[in-house]
């Protein structure tokens, strides 16, 4: 499938993308006396980074929950909703024919 310079911009356009032109808020800088490039990102762009930062500064294991769950379990109070377990199981497929 080819997609024309068009279709590209329809494209762009359906996910809030400009093809020329920068925003009003882009500052340029001068290097060597001509304009440098500028860019910036959009307010999606920026929380999306820091999501990602704040998910990298996470602990990938919450221990005190992890404990918990291992006492509930060793003392036999640790109760599985086997309606819930199963509606689960059906979702994701997990049961043979």
Do not use: C, W
């Amino acid at each position: 499938m080819k997609i024309s310079d068009f279709r590209t911009a329809q494209i762009a356009q359906g996910y809030g993308v400009q093809k020329t032109g920068a925003s009003p808020d882009a500052k340029s800088k001068k290097i060597g006396g001509r304009d440098a490039d500028a860019t910036t990102l959009s307010p999606a762009a920026q929380a999306l980074i820091k999501g990602r930062h704040a998910a990298s500064e996470a602990p990938e294991v919450r221990t005190e929950l992890v404990a918990e769950l291992k006492r509930a379990i060793k003392d036999g109070s640790y109760v599985v909703d086997e309606y819930a377990l199963a509606g689960k199981m059906i979702a994701q497929g997990n049961l043979s024919d």
